[in-house]
């Protein structure tokens, strides 16, 4: 049973890749209109590898198909996750070491959201596989209460598609999407009650009454973030408030996403996951109050 345990963890970096080769090949796509025989070796053995892990499925020796996780990755931003993840986060997460800071500067010569704005195919995938998982992103603000009528500033709001979900959900808000002059909006989100400003959360933010933060603060570590939160702080009202849609990370043994994330965050931008005390430090070191915390959602007002 340990021996089980070490092994599937090892040959994880093989199920990274197989999933970045399943769709490099197109099978996801090749398997769309139902289940098809398949000759080419890498194609077979990579199907058969990741069918016995519940992505596709062998219905008789060398015939596939697929089931719901394969479907999802035809499309809506978790093939290109699967590219990403595969391909260069991987090459990335092979130069980790015991040195501490990221090693994705190490590898590719440059930041990585300096590297992406010199990528814009990559930049492009990257603003796609971030809008995976919006609709669980949204019902985790199900708890949240809103006046109504307010302006909300989705703070490194990536393409848009997030603040859009949310503005459907409540018709009397409006909203800001701020992020980095190189994100890739997408389009068929904006609208007279959604705009995109361009900009850098360590000079300004556009000013609001709520100023929505998802999966920011864990990019960056404790030096950046507090800056981030002074420049949001800056803009704001006394009365405004500041959600961050992020993982709190207890301590012990549970299964927890996170703690890998976490590890992910340190080989590309030098970020971290973070516990309620390091949440409850940082957000005073920058200017507020925590209101409400739970894994997900933590909710603040200023200082
Ligand atoms: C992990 S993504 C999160 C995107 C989105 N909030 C979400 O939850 O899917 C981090 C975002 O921060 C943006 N970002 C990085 N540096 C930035 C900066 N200096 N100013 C504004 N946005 C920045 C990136 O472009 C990216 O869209």
Redesign the pocket.
């Known amino acids: 049973m340990s021996e089980l345990v070490l092994w599937n963890l090892m040959r994880g970096a093989l199920t990274t890749r197989a999933l970045a080769l399943a769709v490099d090949l197109g099978l996801p796509d090749a398997l769309a209109d139902g289940p098809k025989r398949i000759d080419d070796d890498v194609a077979y053995r990579v199907l058969r590898a990741l069918a016995s892990d519940g992505v596709f499925e062998e219905v008789e020796p060398r015939v596939f198909r697929n089931n719901d996780a394969s479907e999802l990755l035809r499309a809506s931003g978790w093939d290109d996750f699967a590219r990403l993840f595969g391909g260069i986060w991987l090459q990335a997460i092979a130069e980790l070491n015991a040195t501490g800071g990221a090693s994705f500067p190490r590898v590719f010569g440059a930041g990585f ?1 300096d590297w ?1 704005a010199e990528h814009p195919e990559e930049r492009a995938a ?2 796609r596989s ?2 995976t998982g ?1 609709e669980r ?1 949204v019902e985790r603000l199900a708890g949240v209460d809103w006046r109504g009528d307010e302006l909300v500033v ?5 393409n848009g598609t ?1 603040l859009r979900l949310l503005l459907d959900r409540h018709t009397g808000l409006r909203g800001i999407v ?3 002059p ?2 890739v909006p997408d389009a068929s989100t904006f609208d007279n009650r959604l705009e995109f400003v361009a ?4 000079e300004s933010v556009p000013g609001g009454d709520v100023f ?5 603060l ?2 960056w570590n404790d030096e950046h973030a507090t800056k981030i939160l002074h420049t949001v702080r800056a803009s704001a009202s006394d009365d405004a408030r500041l959600i961050l ?1 992020e993982d709190v990370i207890d301590a012990g043994n549970e299964p927890d996403g996170a703690k890998w994330l976490d590890l992910l965050m340190l080989t590309l931008v030098d970020g971290r996951e973070r516990g309620e005390a390091e949440w409850r430090d940082l957000l005073e070191a920058g200017g507020w109050r925590i209101e409400h915390i739970e894994s997900g959602v933590i909710e603040a007002r200023c200082l």
């Open positions: 959201w992406l990257f603003d971030m809008a919006r992103r989705d703070v490194g709001g990536g997030f701020f992020d980095l190189e994100t900009g850098s959360f360590f929505v933060l998802g999966s920011i864990h990019d849609l």
